[in-house]
């Protein structure tokens, strides 16, 4: 329930209100029902405020990525979008710490929530909103501020008779006029997304590659359990496994291509796992397993952080953050079955993690790459864009 519950702020954060404010709105809720939550009496007090933690946890995630990868131009998008993952990764790295730290549950709590509230009060200032939302939005004045910032930065120079458009309006024919077209507001909703037979499938395919994917991911994760080695130590690990994968998708996803690098490394992660899982628990064998885990993540961190790039192509502007929340959705219920395989105990978890890598790479195949390719706006400009290619 906590890892479902929090999507609907997702949904709401990307489709109705700016990115920037409802992050620091979750970060908010998330610091004040965090801290309270060790101090709840009652199991009721205790479940309630785990709910209403979910509704501001995870939607954080999502809305940080898609502002940093939204700007950032077709040949620096696939580095930028893999850069945004070294800090999930060195974040689980310093839990392990914190934990060992804090052992209690009720002193991890009040630790792991200081975050949120630096955020709010320090990085929030630096934030803006991504130009692109402003776009499709009819405010493009907002938009092209965004946009000069952005060369000021850079050492760029934009002229003054420089504007942002919509794909639409670069080739638009019709009698009304260019500037009128950019002042519409254009919305839309997962319900766009599945009327059109080109969104449609790719968010089928997208939904099941994340749940396969999130399977695994958190899986191997909570199977330390079963690896009776240090707890803190084999968490450590995983986490620090996982940076070297995104260094390393992050240089080879622009010269291979978003599609192979997909299937390459899910099925790397899924081989591992079925190596895993005839693997005995004693002795040295107990190490070769704890080795295949890793390796297994390894692969697996590679293919999560490279979903959220790949999905973010897949769709245009207008319906591209209700695409990413049921993507989410989909992992999030990956990540609520991933205990009851663990549970199993043995060999069987590494066993289904390994076919799920192995299911999530076949899906992939049906996907078009994207390399190189614009972001479409609306979902007119994406099909005509996709018909000329």
Request: overall charge positive; proline content about 4%; some cysteine.
């Given at each position: 329930?906590?890892?479902?519950?929090?999507?609907?702020?997702?949904?709401?954060?990307?489709?109705?209100?700016?990115?920037?404010?409802?992050?620091?709105?979750?970060?908010?809720?998330?610091?004040?029902?965090?801290?309270?939550?060790?101090?709840?009496?009652?199991?009721?007090?205790?479940?309630?405020?785990?709910?209403?933690?979910?509704?501001?946890?995870?939607?954080?995630?999502?809305?940080?990525?898609?502002?940093?990868?939204?700007?950032?131009?077709?040949?620096?998008?696939?580095?930028?979008?893999?850069?945004?993952?070294?800090?999930?990764?060195?974040?689980?790295?310093?839990?392990?710490?914190?934990?060992?730290?804090?052992?209690?549950w009720r002193s991890l709590y009040i630790a792991s929530s200081v975050p949120s509230i630096i955020f709010v009060l320090v990085i929030i200032l630096f934030i803006s909103e991504s130009p692109r939302w402003y776009l499709i939005r009819g405010q493009n004045d907002n938009a092209m501020k965004i946009m000069r910032a952005i060369a000021?930065?850079?050492?760029?120079?934009?002229?003054?008779?420089?504007?942002?458009?919509?794909?639409?309006?670069?080739?638009?024919?019709?009698?009304?006029?260019?500037?009128?077209?950019?002042?519409?507001?254009?919305?839309?909703?997962?319900?766009?997304?599945?009327?059109?037979?080109?969104?449609?499938?790719?968010?089928?395919?997208?939904?099941?590659?994340?749940?396969?994917?999130?399977?695994?991911?958190?899986?191997?994760?909570?199977?330390?359990?079963?690896?009776?080695?240090?707890?803190?130590?084999?968490?450590?690990?995983?986490?620090?496994?996982?940076?070297?994968?995104?260094?390393?998708?992050?240089?080879?996803?622009?010269?291979?291509?978003?599609?192979?690098?997909?299937?390459?490394?899910?099925?790397?992660?899924?081989?591992?796992?079925?190596?895993?899982?005839?693997?005995?628990?004693?002795?040295?064998?107990?190490?070769?397993?704890?080795?295949?885990?890793?390796?297994?993540?390894?692969?697996?961190?590679?293919?999560?952080?490279?979903?959220?790039?790949?999905?973010?192509?897949?769709?245009?502007?207008?319906?591209?953050?209700?695409a990413l929340g049921c993507a989410t959705q989909a992992a999030q219920l990956g990540a609520i079955l991933a205990p009851f395989v663990v549970v199993l105990g043995g060999g069987l978890p590494f066993m289904i993690f390994g076919v799920c890598g192995i299911i999530g790479g076949f899906l992939t195949f049906y996907l078009p790459e994207?390399?190189?390719?614009?972001?479409?706006?609306?979902?007119?400009?994406?099909?005509?864009?996709?018909?000329?290619?």
């Amino acid at each position: 329930m906590h890892d479902w519950c929090w999507n609907i702020w997702a949904f709401i954060g990307l489709e109705t209100r700016t990115k920037r404010i409802t992050n620091s709105c979750m970060h908010t809720q998330r610091y004040i029902r965090s801290t309270n939550i060790p101090f709840s009496k009652l199991p009721q007090v205790y479940v309630v405020l785990r709910i209403l933690t979910g509704f501001s946890t995870g939607g954080v995630g999502l809305c940080a990525f898609v502002l940093a990868t939204e700007p950032v131009g077709p040949s620096k998008r696939g580095m930028a979008g893999m850069s945004t993952f070294y800090f999930f990764s060195g974040g689980i790295a310093l839990l392990s710490g914190i934990a060992y730290i804090f052992q209690t549950w009720r002193s991890l709590y009040i630790a792991s929530s200081v975050p949120s509230i630096i955020f709010v009060l320090v990085i929030i200032l630096f934030i803006s909103e991504s130009p692109r939302w402003y776009l499709i939005r009819g405010q493009n004045d907002n938009a092209m501020k965004i946009m000069r910032a952005i060369a000021v930065t850079n050492g760029k120079y934009l002229p003054e008779n420089v504007c942002v458009a919509r794909d639409e309006e670069v080739n638009d024919n019709d009698q009304k006029s260019i500037e009128d077209r950019s002042k519409e507001v254009i919305t839309g909703s997962i319900v766009d997304a599945l009327k059109s037979p080109l969104t449609r499938i790719r968010l089928f395919l997208v939904v099941g590659i994340n749940f396969t994917c999130s399977i695994v991911y958190y899986g191997l994760s909570l199977n330390v359990v079963n690896l009776e080695t240090n707890l803190y130590i084999n968490v450590l690990v995983n986490s620090v496994a996982e940076i070297p994968a995104y260094f390393l998708s992050a240089v080879l996803i622009d010269r291979f291509g978003r599609k192979p690098l997909g299937v390459g490394t899910q099925w790397f992660s899924g081989i591992f796992c079925l190596a895993g899982s005839f693997m005995g628990s004693k002795g040295i064998w107990k190490v070769v397993r704890m080795a295949c885990g890793v390796w297994g993540i390894f692969g697996m961190a590679a293919t999560y952080n490279l979903l959220f790039i790949y999905a973010m192509e897949l769709f245009p502007t207008v319906v591209r953050n209700a695409a990413l929340g049921c993507a989410t959705q989909a992992a999030q219920l990956g990540a609520i079955l991933a205990p009851f395989v663990v549970v199993l105990g043995g060999g069987l978890p590494f066993m289904i993690f390994g076919v799920c890598g192995i299911i999530g790479g076949f899906l992939t195949f049906y996907l078009p790459e994207t390399l190189n390719k614009p972001l479409y706006d609306t979902m007119n400009g994406m099909v005509d864009g996709e018909s000329e290619a």
